[in-house]
């Protein structure tokens, strides 16, 4: 028997104490040896016109890993090893500043910085786009967008997206009402191109894509992207839109460019509230954000978001006034005969979320650091109403007819964490990040017909799951060579991805026995599976994933003093479909101070996602044949599948992409600046989902085989060559009326136009419907589907506690293709304009008043043939929406303690970044 140990009450207390000594002489300790080898860099950066404090401002040492902010009264402190550095000092609307500094083991050396305002952020050093830590936007070889938290928060916005369209011409995030749940995930897309086209980073690190698969009628249709909604605006620090390709640089999916989302590191603290509605009384938002932010010793942060919103539905639908009760000799019993409401609009929404961005110094040099989130949203739309006398209705159990509704309930998580550091010059980092997504759909107020009036009336459809884990080590060293600076990078990558479908409950998708109960076509086969939205069946269900290792060497030249160089390559391997490699080439000349041209070219690809290779559901889709809307069971069957290779569908390959761009920059003075740049992307092998197949041909093949209750098929292949060329301009300047205050004007311009350049031979299987491969309507979606042309202005003035945000943005035309051409329709250009006017009452609490879309624009309706019995007024291709005005009102508050806080300053109070 072992023997029994008795430890005394008083032994177990003091326990923990002496734990607590032990590691408090070890902190000492450590602290100790590293006073004796590092030495301490303070001061304070200040407006040179005004003298007073610049909070918020970046001070970076060149060539390693420490950067700190600077508190509210303009002072910053870090410790370094001791040596000779050159430290940057940067904040947006300033011109940057630089000075060298020798640091003493154990001294302190004192460095103040005084700033020029410049009303631009020109001068901002970006992460993407340069693995040169010290690159800034303005000395880029390719065009890149820097958006700031001031810029974020100045629109009044509530959704990350429509904030980035509001500031960036060169993105577009169309509101879809589509009817099927969907549009609680909206894709958004960048220079013309698809949502899945275009890669996300936060903090420079990839983003994972969300579960769902869009398989409607809007923008975006057959892609899978990045809920960047998921994101909440009051983490962000800035945003950083690299305006070209970099495949080779990042790998898949940055064919259009690359978002980088950087996360707040201030040790600020506020909290804000704002509520609003749309000017026909719905749609209201309720919103409340919070930020908490602690500075640590030796440069150390932790900077924690909240974000909970709750978003009304709106409704732009007309009243239903056609018979209800009666179809010819029919009339269905106890029908009450009158209008119905149907439901076109936002969807209703609840969402909470939660960031944290973190970054702890430690011994040798080296950081560790780590961010993530979580949110939660739940969503509730409707489908299309089913009339009383509509076969798919059991009048037993709705005899006025249904309004079904399709539920969402949407989980999304991320954690990146690793470390890094400075060794024999290298800077180094090694990393990973993990993140999923989960999408579950619910059905309700709905009947699964073939189920009788034994059917329930709320389903469970099923979920889909996506995760990511990518793992990175990067290296990353500046030479000075007999050509010039050299700035070399390399870097290896390991991803993994898993997809999963899971199947609904068995009322969802049954093939029940029951036939239709009443009416005309009593004893007919009536339709299965849940009405609006059939669940998952187990022969849909799915666990797949793959994995890729990568390897990238980046180099960064200049010869001269004018001439910039960039060169990139790019190799991959994926376990599902092989190798890949590509590369790139940039150039930056100036030609004369604040003159310069520069250029890029490079190839690329984007991999299959694994939802486009593995998704398969049924929909229910309208679609209008004779002048007609007629309902369709779709199936949407992955390239694998029996009704895949029945079909003609083959294993989907990665889109191949080249990228060549021209611009010219022009920055003449610190007050102004104009970029132009001209591109052009050809993509091969792009993934599309096909057309409808809803000829009876293809029902009766897929019924012959085993495959009932559908009356049409699609499927994802590598069907069409693109091009899309397009240009880009970008004007900033800014006024400064001494104590009058500051006014900056910035116009931004964006054209561009895909065309088809080839499409593939429909398979024989699909004979009788060839056109339907990619018929006229995805080819309209592709080329005509967003607007070409998008101007954008936008004009601020700040003075003393005032603040005025005036933007006004010129959507293009757009068109819509439909099966039968006499239903096509041109949407003409909109001017669409915002504003936000803000006042601080105290150095604490201030007061904003927003509104967008202020002069109450709708686009235009649709024609007569398109509106399905007059209630459908609206496309869901409209990039701006269709609710007309959105109003609202916001407090923030900052402070150091919450009022009911005490006031006392304890040993424990928070510390500003810096303070010990």
């Not at 904030?163 to 909206?186: E, K, Y």
């Not at 290779?645 to 191949?656: F, M």
């Not at 060329?725 to 004007?731: K, R």
Request: net charge neutral.
């Amino acid at each position: 028997m072992s023997p029994h140990v008795v430890v005394s009450t008083s032994q177990r207390s003091l326990a923990p104490r002496r734990a607590i000594t032990s590691l408090s002489l070890l902190l000492a300790v450590s602290a100790t040896a590293a006073a004796q080898t590092t030495g301490t860099v303070t001061g304070r950066v200040t407006d040179a016109s005004s003298g007073t404090a610049v909070a918020d401002a970046q001070v970076r040492v060149i060539g390693s890993t420490v950067g700190v902010m600077t508190r509210s009264d303009g002072t910053y402190r870090f410790v370094i090893a001791s040596g000779r550095y050159e430290v940057r000092v940067s904040r947006i609307g300033y011109a940057a500043a630089r000075d060298s500094v020798v640091v003493e083991a154990g001294a302190t050396v004192t460095r103040d910085f005084r700033l020029d305002q410049t009303g631009l952020s020109l001068d901002q050093i970006v992460v993407v786009g340069s693995r040169r830590p010290d690159r800034t936007a303005v000395e880029a070889p390719v065009p890149i967008d820097v958006l700031s938290s001031e810029d974020l928060q100045n629109t009044g916005l509530t959704e990350t997206s429509q904030v980035i369209q509001m500031l960036a011409p060169s993105f577009n995030f169309p509101r879809p009402s589509v009817n099927d749940g969907t549009d609680h995930v909206r894709p958004a897309t960048l220079r013309g191109l698809g949502p899945d086209q275009v890669l996300v980073l936060v903090n420079g690190k990839r983003r994972h894509t969300t579960a769902l698969v869009h398989v409607n009628g809007s923008v975006g249709r057959g892609s899978t992207s990045v809920d960047l909604n998921a994101i909440p605006v009051s983490s962000i620090d800035r945003i950083e839109i690299l305006r070209d390709g970099a495949a080779a640089q990042y790998g898949s999916d940055a064919i259009a460019g690359v978002i980088n989302v950087v996360l707040r590191a201030d040790a600020n603290r506020s909290i804000s509230g704002s509520i609003g509605q749309t000017s026909e009384g719905d749609g209201r938002v309720t919103q409340v954000q919070t930020n908490y932010g602690v500075g640590f010793a030796n440069n150390g942060f932790v900077h924690f978001s909240a974000e909970w919103r709750d978003r009304d539905s709106t409704n732009r639908a007309r009243p239903d006034v056609t018979p209800q009760c009666t179809s010819g000799s029919y009339t269905v019993p106890n029908c009450v005969e009158g209008s119905r409401l149907s439901w076109q609009g936002d969807a209703g929404t609840r969402d909470w979320s939660a960031f944290a961005n973190t970054s702890l110094p430690f011994g040798g040099g080296m950081e560790l650091y780590a961010f993530g989130g979580y949110s939660k949203r739940e969503g509730i739309a409707a489908g299309f109403f089913r009339r009383a006398f509509d076969d798919r209705t059991v009048r037993g159990i709705y005899p006025n007819g249904f309004l079904p509704l399709i539920s969402s309930d949407i989980a999304d998580a991320s954690l990146s964490a690793g470390v890094r550091g400075v060794v024999s010059g290298w800077s180094w980092d090694l990393g990973g990040v993990y993140g999923q997504n989960g999408f579950e759909f619910g059905v309700h107020n709905s009947v699964n017909t073939s189920m009788g009036m034994s059917s329930p009336r709320d389903f469970y459809a099923g979920a889909l799951r996506f995760n990511q884990m990518t793992l990175n080590g990067d290296l990353t060293r500046q030479f000075g060579t007999m050509i010039g600076p050299v700035n070399v990078a390399v870097g290896a990558e390991f991803r993994r991805d898993n997809f999963k479908l899971e199947r609904g409950d068995e009322n969802s998708y049954r093939v029940g026995t029951a036939t239709i109960l009443d009416g005309p076509n009593a004893g007919r086969p009536a339709a299965p599976f849940a009405q609006v939205f059939p669940g998952f069946r187990p022969e849909d269900e799915t666990d797949a994933s793959r994995n890729n290792v990568a390897g990238y060497v980046d180099v960064e030249l200049s010869p001269t003093e004018r001439l910039l160089i960039g060169l990139a390559g790019r190799a991959e391997r994926y376990s599902d479909f092989g190798n890949t490699t590509d590369a790139k080439v940039a150039l930056r000349y100036e030609l004369t101070r604040g003159l310069a041209v520069r250029g890029a070219m490079q190839t690329g690809f984007r991999a299959p996602s694994l939802g486009q290779s593995y998704f398969s559901a049924v929909s229910t889709n309208f679609i209008n044949v004779g002048g007609v809307s007629t309902p369709f069971e779709i199936r949407t069957f992955a390239v694998g599948s029996l009704g895949g290779q029945l079909l003609g569908a083959v294993a989907l390959k990665p889109e191949e992409s080249e990228n060549v761009s021209a611009g010219v920059t022009f920055n003449p003075v610190r007050f102004f600046s104009l970029t132009a740049d001209w591109y052009r992307v050809n993509i091969d092998e792009r993934i599309v989902l096909s057309g409808n197949f809803i000829d009876s041909t293809v029902a009766n093949l897929l019924e012959d085989n085993g495959i009932v209750g559908v009356s049409g098929a699609r499927y994802f292949t590598n069907a069409v060559d693109t091009r899309t060329t397009g240009l880009d301009i970008v004007a900033s300047f800014a006024i400064d009326l001494d104590t009058k205050g500051l006014l900056r004007f910035t116009g931004g311009f964006n054209e561009n136009r895909t065309k088809v350049l080839h499409v593939d031979p429909t398979p024989p299987q699909l004979a009788a419907v060839a056109s339907a491969l990619f018929d006229r309507v995805e080819r309209g979606r592709l080329e005509e589907g967003q607007p070409r042309r998008r101007l954008s202005l936008t004009s601020t003035y700040d003075v003393n506690r005032l603040g005025v945000m005036l933007h006004t943005s010129r959507y293009g035309k757009i068109v819509s293709r439909a099966p039968n051409p006499a239903q096509d329709q041109a949407f003409q250009a909109k001017w669409i304009t915002d504003m936000s006017v803000s006042y601080k009452l105290t150095s604490q609490l201030s007061l904003a008043l927003s509104g967008t879309n202020i002069f109450d624009v709708y686009p235009d309706t649709n024609i007569t043939a398109n509106q399905t019995r007059g209630i459908y007024l609206y496309s869901g291709l409209t990039p701006f929406g269709f609710n007309g005005a959105f109003w609202s009102v916001r407090a923030s508050y900052q402070y150091e303690r919450l009022p009911f806080m005490s006031r006392r300053k304890s040993a424990s109070a928070p510390r500003k970044a810096g303070e010990e």
